[in-house]
Antibody, heavy 118, light 108 residues
Framework: QVQLQESGPGLVKPSETLSLTCTVS????????WSWIRQPPGKGLEWIGY???????NYNPFLKSRISISVDTSRNQFSLKVSSVTAADTAVYYC????????????WGQGTLVTVSS | EIVLTQSPGTLSLSPGERATLSCRAS???????LAWYQQKPGQAPRLLIY???SRATGIPDRFSGSGSGTDFTLTISRLEPEDFAVYYC?????????FGPGTKVDIK
């Protein structure tokens, strides 16, 4: 059973960089795409972007200038960086496996709340 | 960007009733790569349906998906108490993945 776990600071100051890591267990990170999705408090889901285990990426065009997703196959992890954060970046951040040509986002982490505040 | 519109915003029903949720896309969804997710408070979304009509592993058969092109439907044949939640559609046929705003199914 594939499991995903997000980790990283729960509080980030405005204008700084938000950094999160997702650790995949119970299966290899290879042969799949892996995504980040966020949900501001009380709102809907927003796709941030995804990365293939080979390193190719695709980002939400509205966030593209501020985000970076990377993968470390040796550690079975992938990571998200969001630069120049504001209060609007406060959200629960989820990582998920993305079966691009099949079942969509089939495995999700539990999510981690990141608050942007001074 | 493919914009997904879900209706209604809120659906108030009683246990045992049938729920019909709609998801409409601003342009045709490639290969009907349309998924439905259920989300309960404080939990991560859970995949219910993928490629418009295929049930995910472990999903009860009271959940069914249909549709193609730009119009998709999630049907819950008989609502169980645990089905009251928010439901999101997602298209992933376009390289730019998008979610709908969600439909809340609450108890009447």
């Amino acid at each position: 059973q594939v499991q995903l776990q997000e980790s990283g600071p729960g509080l980030v100051k405005p204008s700084e960089t938000l950094s999160l890591t997702c650790t995949v267990s119970g299966g290899s990170i290879k042969n799949y795409y892996w995504s980040w999705i966020r949900q501001p408090p009380g709102k809907g889901l927003e796709w941030i972007g995804y990365i293939h285990y080979s390193g190719s990426t695709n980002y939400n065009p509205f966030l593209k200038s501020r985000i970076s997703i990377s993968v470390d196959t040796s550690r079975n992890q992938f990571s998200l960086k969001v630069s120049s954060v504001t209060a609007a970046d406060t959200a629960v951040y989820y990582c998920a496996r993305f079966d691009y040509y099949g079942s969509g986002s089939d495995y999700w982490g539990q999510g981690t709340l990141v608050t942007v505040s001074s | 960007e493919i914009v997904l519109t879900q209706s209604p915003g809120t659906l108030s029903l009683s246990p045992g009733e049938r729920a019909t949720l709609s998801c409409r896309a601003s342009q045709s969804v490639t290969s009907n790569y349309l998924a439905w997710y259920q989300q309960k408070p404080g939990q991560a979304p859970r995949l219910l349906i993928y490629v418009a009509s295929s049930r995910a592993t472990g999903i009860p058969d009271r959940f069914s998906g249909s549709g193609s092109g730009t119009d998709f439907t999630l049907t819950i044949s008989r609502l169980e108490p645990e089905d009251f939640a928010v439901y999101y559609c997602q298209q992933y046929g376009n390289s730019e993945v998008t979610f709908g705003p969600g439909t809340k199914v609450d108890i009447k």
